[in-house]
Structures are given as C-alpha cells and as structure tokens.
C-alpha cells in the first residue's frame, strides 16, 4: 500500500540554512495495517504524512502511494487516499451533515450518492444527534470525529491521521478510536497515523515505526520493540545493596545497573526469571531482600534505549 525508498525532505529556513526533516526514509506498508507513526516534536513525522499524501513534494527519493507514484501521479494518490490534518478540515458555518455532503460534491459525487455518503458516515461516527448541528458549535472531540468522516466520504482504502486525538480528553480519545478501529474493521482499511501519545500507539497499533531527527530508528510491533530493545525493569529493595549489586551484575543479560539508598535498579531480559536467581543467590550470599518489583517495558523505554532521551520529556528540534 505504501513503499517508500530514501524519501527525503530538506526544508531552507532563514539565510540559506537547510533543515534535513526527513532524511532516507525507507518503509513498506502492506494492505489492512494500522501503524502509528511515533517520535518527539520536530521528528519529522507530519513532513513523512504530507510527503506520502502529495501535500509537499520530495527533495529526492521516491514513494508508491495507494499504487501511485507520487511525484508522477499526485492527484491519483489523492483520489484513493484520506487525510485528516493536525488542523481542522471542517469549516465553521456549515451543518454537519452540509459539510459532508459539499465534500462528497468536491469528491466528484452525483448529489444523491453524495448525500447516502454523509448519512453512511453520520451513522457510522455516531455523528446522528449533531448532524444539523453548526460545525462552530461542536465540541473537539465532536469536530475531531467530523474531521474523521470529511476524510472517508471517497471512500479511500488507505486513511493518514496526523495526531487524531492531540487535545481530546482520554473519554474522547477513547470514543474517537472505537470508531477509527470499527471503521477499519468493517472495510479493511489501511491506517497510518502519527501520535506523540506512547499508550496509544502501544494499544492500538500493530506497528510502530519511531522516527527520530528524520530518520526511522525502530519498526516493528510494540511488544517486540519492547522485548528486544528495552527489557524488564527490575527493582529491588536491601540495606545491603553494594553486594546485591555485585550479584546482580553476574545476572545473564543485566545491564543499566543503577542504586540509591537501600534500591537497586537494573535492566533484565525477562524479570520473573532474574527475580528469582537474583533471590537465590542473596540468600546463598547471606544478603537480606526487602522488596522486589517487576515493570514491563514501555515505548518510552524502547526511545529512551535506542536514543539515550526521553520521549516524554522530549520536544526535540531537529539537527541542522
Ligand atoms: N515548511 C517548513 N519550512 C521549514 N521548516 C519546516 C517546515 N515544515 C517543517 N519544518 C521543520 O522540519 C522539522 C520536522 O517537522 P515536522 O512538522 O515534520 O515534525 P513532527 O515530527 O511532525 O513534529 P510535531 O510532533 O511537533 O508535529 C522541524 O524542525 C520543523 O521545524
């Protein structure tokens, strides 16, 4: 559904300063996937979207879109993509079941077909109490499920969501992904959207792609990444923590070893395990175990591994 190859962009900023957004993206993304899109501010992630939906074009590298080149044939692409943009798409005085049916006009529709799509989409985004509802007068997550259905009245195959739920409250968010995930579900589409939020690309996508300073660090599903780049995180509690870390550094596979007070902190590969040689081998050695916690990995984790920087805490700018 997408391929992309070295696909780069450089924006000139300033006097003549080069800002390398996107830098040799290379990814492939079959029919029916959902994929978050994940990385700091400045990653680079909207600059992918709106290179992949002929919005911006490439500096160099290419990209099939939909089975479209998408510097020979943009408006192709088009035709068989969604797009809901970080900004709200939906304009302020119409009702809402007017905007959908003016887009489905736009899409080319004949008026009948346009107005059974907006009654398709009112029903399927639960949009059926608000549809002669002004736009300016719905609330964010109201206008954020609009948004949603204005980019499904062509009835694409392959919908990009840029942050779809940025300031919605979680009952919001919540609401808005049963319906993104029903959507798919019912007519198997492909899903790619970018997010800051790490819970949300973890449960609801079955891949993540992370990019950093323009770049894809890491691709594969959540869990995965966690396992192979993060590891469990193991807490124990002794007031003899200098010979517990001795023997906790003996441990197969343990690493990040870190200690304050009477805690100690270290990296395994499966806690559980580790846990209990760990328990074994302080008893052997006469050392007193007071506490021991067990944490799986986040997405977080995986970033904070492969980049040494909180994506939490991040609001990276990108390298010039
Ligand atoms: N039109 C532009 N002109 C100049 N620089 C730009 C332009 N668009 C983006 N950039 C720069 O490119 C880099 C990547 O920006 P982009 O918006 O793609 O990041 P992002 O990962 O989507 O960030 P956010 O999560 O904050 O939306 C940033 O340094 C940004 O300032």
Avoid: C
Avoid at 3 to 18: I, Q, S, Y
Avoid at 239 to 250: F, H, I, Q, W
């Amino acid at each position: 559904m997408i391929h992309t190859r070295a696909l780069t962009k450089d924006f000139t900023v300033g006097r003549g300063e080069a800002v390398h957004a996107v830098r040799g993206v290379s990814i492939d993304i079959e029919p029916g996937e959902l994929v978050a899109v994940l990385g700091p501010n400045g990653a680079g992630k909207t600059t992918l979207m709106r290179m992949l939906t002929t919005l911006i074009s490439p500096t160099s590298g290419e990209a099939t879109v939909a089975g479209h080149d998408i510097a020979t044939h943009p408006a192709r692409v088009r035709r068989r993509i969604g797009y809901v943009g970080q900004g709200n798409g939906a304009g302020h005085t119409q009702r809402v079941h007017d905007e959908l049916y003016t887009q489905g006009e736009i899409y080319g529709l004949d008026r009948r077909a346009a107005r059974t799509r907006a009654d398709e989409l009112i029903e399927a985004l639960d949009l059926g109490a608000l549809r002669e509802r002004k736009v300016s007068d719905l609330s964010g997550g109201q206008r954020r499920r609009l948004d949603v259905a204005l980019g499904l009245v062509h009835a694409p195959p392959l919908l990009f969501l840029d942050e779809p739920s940025t300031g919605l409250d979680p009952q919001n968010r919540a609401n808005l992904w049963e319906h993104i995930l029903r959507l798919r579900e019912r007519h198997g589409m492909t899903v790619v959207l970018t997010t800051h939020y790490l819970d949300e690309a973890d449960t609801m996508a079955e891949r993540v792609v992370i990019v950093d300073h323009g770049r894809v660090i890491a691709d594969d599903t959540a869990e995965a990444l966690k396992t192979k780049l993060a590891g469990d995180r193991l807490t124990v509690g002794s007031p003899d923590v200098r010979t517990l870390s001795r023997l906790a550094e003996a441990l197969p596979g343990a690493r990040d070893l870190a200690s304050s007070g009477e805690r100690l902190e270290l990296r395994v590969s499966d806690a559980p395990t580790a846990a209990a040689e760990l328990l074994f081998a302080a008893r052997d050695a006469g050392v007193p175990v007071t506490a021991v916690q067990s944490h799986r990995p986040t997405l977080d984790d995986v970033f904070l591994t492969l980049t040494g920087r909180s994506l939490r805490e991040e609001s990276s700018e990108v390298s010039k």
